[in-house]
Antibody, heavy 115, light 113 residues
């Protein structure tokens, strides 16, 4: 069964850092571009970042550019999101998703930025 | 970035009736070299991650009931739910994957009348 499982969320103070992980199984992880998408409480979906297969290209939403870094370890079938200089407005459920049209999603991990 | 808009914001439909959701992009998401529209539709129920219903504007995902259909091209798209069922109550989002900065529409809530 194809599956994505996020982890690493939690409560962090403004200005702090957090690293999210997304473990993939059931498919050839290295063959796919992967993304992070977030959803603030009660709000819509917001694309955050994408990394191409082979990690040759990375893309970021303007709201996180310069603060977040996406990476992948194909040997571990794992996607990462390093989040620095966190702000209250980064509070959201963070999902990892496969491909440009997000055909596979994890269940998400909640990040809360609050003092 | 490509801006996606949806209408209506919400709609209430009786069981067995049709629901129609519109999505518009600020620029064309039709890639002329392959004649494909880089547009997807998702369904999200409370407490669940989104679920891909339709990709390439009109290609239904495996396992998605055939009462769901997508249409449109260029900048204007429609998701139609024929014969609405109780389990179709959800928020529906369109998304473009034409540019490297993906964007979603704000969502349309479908409820039962």
């Amino acid at each position: 069964e194809e599956q994505l499982v996020e982890s690493g969320g939690g409560l962090v103070q403004p200005g702090g850092s957090l690293r999210l992980s997304c473990a993939a199984s059931g498919f050839t992880f290295s063959s796919y571009g992967m993304s992070w998408v977030r959803q603030a409480p009660g709000k819509g979906l917001e694309w955050v970042s994408t990394i191409s297969e082979g990690a040759g290209n990375t893309y970021y939403a303007g709201s996180v550019q310069g603060r977040f870094a996406i990476s992948r370890d194909d040997s571990k079938s794992t996607l990462y999101l390093q989040m620095n200089s966190l702000r209250a407005e980064d509070t959201a459920v963070y999902y990892c998703a496969r491909r440009g049209y997000f055909d596979l999603w994890g269940r998400g991990t909640l990040v809360t930025v609050s003092s | 970035d490509i801006v996606m808009t949806q209408s209506p914001d919400s709609l209430a439909v009786s069981l067995g009736e049709r629901a129609t959701i519109n999505c518009k992009s600020s620029q064309s998401v039709l890639y002329t070299s392959n004649s494909k529209n880089y547009l997807a539709w998702f369904q999200q129920k409370p407490g669940q991650p989104p679920k891909l219903l339709i990709s390439w504007a009109s290609t239904r995902e495996s396992g998605v009931p055939d009462r769901f259909s997508g249409s449109g091209s260029g900048t204007d798209f429609t998701l139609t739910i024929n014969s609405l069922q109780a389990e179709d109550v959800a928020v529906y989002y369109c998304q473009q994957f034409y540019s490297t900065h993906f964007t979603f529409g704000p969502g349309t809530t479908v409820d039962l009348k």
